[in-house]
């Protein structure tokens, strides 16, 4: 069974380390053979690394995939899915032969890419390129923050390593780059990434773009780099991941340099990056590299010698079991505290602290009420973690009496992400995807477009986090249409299984917060206002109803969000001079709304009656539930707010000018 | 007048000098106070570099703003503004003392944030950090190949620097990161970047998060690296910027050590980056300046010096007029062409090579129709330069018969952008703003997200590049849900300004190539499919009106969109089984419709008629057209794209039953 191609090579592996490697090639190549669909390349240049780290360095058990000390490994590179889902089913997860023949099959466990939800073991939904490696970021800040949290001088309750292989394509993306600035900042030294540095990318050499020194680079970031000169040299890896483990203050990139498509025909050609590579090839491969099993046939042995590594999974768990009942006898409400914020629960009394405002308090920009509200949580909830994209002191998300995540600090609560909104939707991914913390990020609305594949990653993998915009409209005034978004609200609103809230007022300010944080199944994005906004009656206020009528009256709706249910307000009273009584209808958000019954939806909305909506944004969607708006179908002005609403039409007398034209249809 | 802090400097300038400097310092301090909003920290820190800049080493003529052989320059640090407009006005641009007056102001030339419309000598529109530096790369890239392509041994055309000035704030940027990346790779020698390293950013200093070698970082990119220890020391940047010319092969990133706030008593702290000082603090500063000045008076003999520099403008001007003079004569062919080219003009002939199909083709790709579309127009359009993110194989918008643009290789055009979308944006922008090109960029539907905030600034610039996106929906099929846009469509259509077209079928995919080149006052996206779509006739086929009858029929109208135009087909004949007659539109472009008259768009969509739409994408938005609507609320699937349609319920059967709902009402 001895490879020719290697035979001669002084680094050549025992037959059974050989044939442990190959399982993981044959088990993927062959995958993508029967899907007719995926990418073979990557998996036969890292099959070795893989080995390595699952029968030899990650401290994991198959039967608790849920176990809160394990390692964390996360496959940046989410195309080579086949590797780690072959290399999950070598190690004994809960991932069949089935479903390897599922590949890509409708409703399988094992997609195109890799999906959080699907499969034990899977920690992270990766394909989008750079994502990956900056939820690993997050996740290593978690373990870093949680272990100063809990671990005593005795037991060390939470201590692992968070493993990354990331590709060329990653390395390009700025999301990367962003990300591994701060975790050099933070000096992760458990953060462990690979770098699958194979010169070839889907559509050629990487040469043609990508000349840079990366090594060079994540040094200047303040990482430790080292080199695996060759793929195949399960030594070398080895090695290199002991230089990196010993290093504690810096988090490590290896440079692995592989061969994409190893043993096979196409080797180092991008043609084997992301297309099956044919019977013919398939059978030749299988020659070269002496494997002559049959697709989806791996003997015994293999079986036997992936799941009795050095690193024995139940082993690991088993140690760590001891020191947590030791931990739980000593500590027992630090240790249900943990477990339940695990568990994603809410703790009692999370939300005794809510600020409340009465109609005779001065107006204030939802951002400040927002930003009371979010304290008022982390009174309780030490769970609360979060940060913003150097704006604090604009969208008002400090955490107040506490100081800034940075090294020695771990127990600090603030994160200060730099101007990188990317890195801080992915990293804040990262955090949740580890468990244990409710993290929440923060900057201007407009920036939400560079933060937008981060919320779309966080919608798919229903992650709890709590997404603040602020500046959320043109309301911010002389900073201009660079700054003010238009398209936004649409934008987030047409994501699915992202739930968005824009409060009109302090008290629905306050509401929402409460709302984002009930919902632990999903994120929700909150959009705050710059200017200041008049305190509305409580009374009939239900923010988690998604609408819900403030003012009644029969002959028209104005329906409003955020800022502009206070224009709403001003028109009714200006048709209410005309002898028309408008209804008010405060709707901060749509998803929300979605979910109540019809007879809900028609005593809010009433059929029949002439509606018109009112928002500083575009109009796309409202015609779902009114008949006109009042809306922006251009970007914003530089001026004062107040001028730039006068001049832009989003008016009382603009919203009584479309009821009149609607009531003399 | 000599400033008592600087009087025992061995660096001291003369006292014309200092005060030429203050100039632009107090210009911008005293607009920022009037408009009572403002950023004065960066224009009281950077005065000494902007001097310098403009009255020494830039190339241009205020009087010939359009010159093409200008020199370019960006302010990547947007909020920066007033050191800009002050510099401009000082240099003897077209932006009066009354402009400044009117900074931040309703319909001033001087909004908050430098806009490329609104006053000549601001080459980009600015502010969202980041997209200056990679607008610059685009710029620098631009001249380059233009100068490759256009002058002659003789006669040096095209031969001028671009620059810039970055912040902090835009080195945490991952979009910079991605465009230094490949700006390195190039070689733009002629591209000079100013990082203004003062350590603070709007929140405070930046050691909180920032920590990382940026001038090591640089250097791994292939740049030259250069530092200017002391801002205020006109000569060291003058050696600076003299080092940074002469390599010629390497782009430059000088680090200039500001103090943000220079002169004020804020000096150096969070607090003087993005408010007004207030009246006592800008007193304070006039008196630790030494300038006696009131607001906005500047002594004749400043504006003298100002444009007496060595490098004043219509000298320079002239002696490049002199040389295209010789150049027209010589070579009058390409002298038109070079001029044309600049006004965004279409060549005679310019869509005369367009591929036809006839019904009895068989079915394509829109990707591949597009491609082809794409190639034809390219043969009588030199001007069409473009790229893709690392997926050309799979966009299929490579330019045959052209090679990639590489050191050397100026002349070609096909830009390899890597794994870096936003940077292909944000350098497309560049090119566009440079001017001389229309630039095109490919990747899949679904990172467009990962751009977005290029797209948006494309819209506010008007800049009419092509954006092509491919593998549209969830007939990308088995890369799953990651990979599958669904709120794609919505988020551009909300964005003002951005012409989007989604054709149905090959004859519409070059169709919609047609309209987006003829569209020379903005940018339009073009929405692509993976998988084959059948051809349609031509007969009634109107995509430059936005959406037509492609089938006729008096109960009811099916609206579809791109590949979901065959399922519209097939529902109309499941329903004329049925007796129900059904008109099918093909709407590929909302934008586009809407600008039609209303006779037009009531022909089209008939009032009182049922209406229903079907698009493989969020169902936000289509209220505006239709009644009901077959669309997707949910993330896609990892499976063949026929099984994914079908479990998705995007089918005919699926219209069918919408149709007759509406129809029994």
């Known amino acids: 069974m001895t490879n020719t191609d290697t035979a001669n090579s002084p680094r050549v592996e025992s037959d059974i380390v050989q044939d442990s490697i190959n399982a993981i090639r ?39 995939p849920d176990w809160i000390d394990r390692d964390r490994f996360v496959l940046s590179a989410g195309h080579a899915s086949m590797l780690l889902y072959s290399s999950l089913h070598l190690a004994g997860y809960d991932c069949t032969i089935e479903d390897l023949k599922n590949f890509r099959e409708y409703g399988s466990r094992t997609p195109g890419h890799p999906e959080r939800h699907d499969l034990a073991g899977i920690e992270v939904t990766t394909g989008p390129l750079g994502q990956g490696l900056a939820n690993a970021v997050g996740m290593a800040l978690a373990e870093r923050i949680l272990a100063a949290e809990f671990n005593d001088d005795e037991n060390t309750i939470i201590d692992h390593h968070t493993w990354c292989i990331a590709s060329d394509g990653d390395m390009m993306e700025g999301v990367t780059s962003e990300a591994s600035s701060v975790a050099g900042y933070w000096g992760l030294g458990k953060l462990i990434v690979f770098y699958d540095q194979n010169h070839v990318s889907l559509s050629g050499p990487t040469d043609v773009t990508f000349t840079e020194d990366t090594a060079a680079r994540y040094r200047s970031y303040g990482w430790q780099t080292l080199e695996v000169e060759d793929a195949n040299d399960v030594q070398a890896i080895d090695a290199a991941i002991e230089k990196a483990r010993a290093e504690t203050t810096r988090p490590s990139l290896i ?314 307000i001003d028109a009714r009273e200006l048709l209410a001079n005309d002898g028309i009584e408008a209804a008010v209808v405060s709707m901060p958000s749509w998803d929300l709304f979605r979910k109540q019954d019809r007879q809900y939806q028609e005593s809010v909305l009433p059929p029949g009656v002439p509606k018109v909506a009112v928002e500083a944004g575009s109009p796309l969607g409202w015609h779902e539930f009114v008949d006109d708006v009042v809306a922006l179908n251009r970007f914003g002005a530089s001026a004062p707010a107040d001028e730039v609403y006068k001049h832009l039409g989003i008016t009382a007398e603009n919203v009584v000018a479309h009821v009149k034209k609607l009531l003399d249809k």
């Open 26 to 64: 044959f088990l993927s190549v062959d995958s993508v053979q029967k899907a007719d669909s995926g990418h073979p390349g990557a998996p036969l240049g890292l099959a070795p690394l893989a080995y390595t780290l699952w029968t030899r360095h990650m401290s994991y058990d198959p039967e608790r």
């Open 255 to 568: 440079a692995v340099n592989s061969h994409i498509g190893y043993g096979s025909p196409l080797v180092d050609t991008y043609k084997v990056h992301g297309s099956p590579m044919g019977a013919e090839n398939v059978a030749l491969t299988r020659e070269r590299l002496g494997w002559n099993y049959a697709p989806f046939e791996i003997p015994n042995e293999i079986y036997k010698h992936w799941r009795s590594g050095s690193n024995n999974g139940t082993a690991q768990y088993e140690r760590w079991e001891q020191r947590w009942n030791i931990y739980k006898a000593k500590s027992p409400a630090l240790a249900q505290e943990l477990e339940r914020r695990f568990r994603n629960e809410l703790p009692e009394k999370w939300n005794l602290e809510m600020p409340t405002y009465s109609t005779t308090d001065k107006p204030e920009a939802t951002r400040v009420s927002g930003g009371k509200a979010l304290n008022a949580l982390a009174i309780n909830m030490p769970e609360i973690i979060g940060g913003d994209a150097d704006l604090w002191p604009s969208t008002m998300t400090q955490l107040v009496n506490r100081g800034a995540v940075s090294p020695g600090k771990w127990r600090e609560r603030n994160i200060c992400y730099g101007v990188r909104e990317h890195a801080m939707g992915s990293i804040t991914n990262g955090i949740m995807c580890h468990g244990g913390f409710r993290a929440f990020t923060a900057t201007f609305f407009c920036f939400s477009d560079y933060m937008k594949p981060a919320l779309r990653l966080a919608a798919l993998m229903k992650l709890p986090a709590v997404f603040v915009f602020t500046h959320d409209s043109i309301g911010l005034g002389q900073d201009g249409p660079t700054h003010q978004p238009i398209e936004h609200l649409a934008a987030l609103r047409a994501l699915p299984g992202m739930s968005l809230i824009r409060p009109a007022d302090p008290n629905e300010a306050v509401q929402a917060w409460e709302v984002a944080t009930a919902h632990t199944d999903g994120p929700t994005t909150l959009v705050f206002s710059r200017q200041g906004l008049p305190v509305m009656d409580t009374t009939n206020m239900k923010v988690e109803a998604g609408a819900y009528t403030y003012l009644n009256g029969k002959d028209a709706v104005i329906v409003g969000t955020g800022s502009e249910v206070s224009i709403a």
